[in-house]
């Protein structure tokens, strides 16, 4: 018995079978590329959660350990609030140091728009002792603010020029920086 073959049918099952296989290949390579694709972004989207978290707890920490340093730095402004305390303690100045204190001109720079600092300028004239003008300016340096003592002059008053005569003069500006209080912005 003779079988009579075609072999273009066999020829056209081989291309057709190449052909899907191809496809096959094709579209696995796709997706896998898809897939890979996703996976690189997935991990580049949690390295960059994981450097944000780091920066955030780092953040937190540096937050934490400045806590002294931002009460200490507080405490170098003079308190909008508290303007009428710190004239009065310059004003015992005098008393505390046995000179004749007094002020002659205060000037307050209202803060900058979108700040919160301001300057007070005090101008304060000193009379006594030698002794007794120079603890008056140390003691305006002393001040429990961060105050800067600017144009300070001492004059002897009555041309002598002895220390211990209680004819010295000093007069001097204190300038120190004001803090209006930080209100939450409303929404």
Not at 42 to 58: F, G, H, M, P
Not at 137 to 148: F, H, I, K, Q
Request: glycine share 6%; proline share 4%; hydrophobic share 40%.
């Amino acid at each position: 018995m003779k079988h009579h073959h075609s072999h273009t049918a066999l020829l056209v099952i081989a291309c057709s079978t190449m052909i899907f296989v191809y496809a096959v290949y094709g579209y696995m390579r796709h997706r896998i590329s898809v897939s890979l694709n996703r996976v690189i972004e997935s991990r580049q989207l949690v390295a960059e959660r994981d450097l944000s978290l780091q920066k955030q707890d780092s953040l937190a920490a540096l937050y934490s350990e400045s806590t002294p340093d931002r009460s200490e730095a507080r405490g170098l402004f003079v308190p909008e609030n508290s303007t009428i305390s710190f004239i009065e303690s310059i004003e015992a100045l005098g008393s505390s140091s046995g000179s004749i204190v007094q002020l002659s001109a205060i000037e307050a720079d209202p803060p900058v728009v979108g700040s919160t600092i301001g300057r007070i300028r005090v101008h304060v004239e000193a009379q006594g002792s030698w002794w007794a003008v120079m603890k008056t300016v140390m003691l305006a340096e002393d001040l429990p603010y961060g105050v800067s003592i600017k144009n300070l002059r001492i004059d002897s008053s009555s041309g002598q020029g002895s220390k211990d005569e209680a004819a010295w003069k000093a007069s001097f500006a204190i300038e120190a920086l004001m803090m209006k209080p930080v209100t939450k912005a409303q929404p």
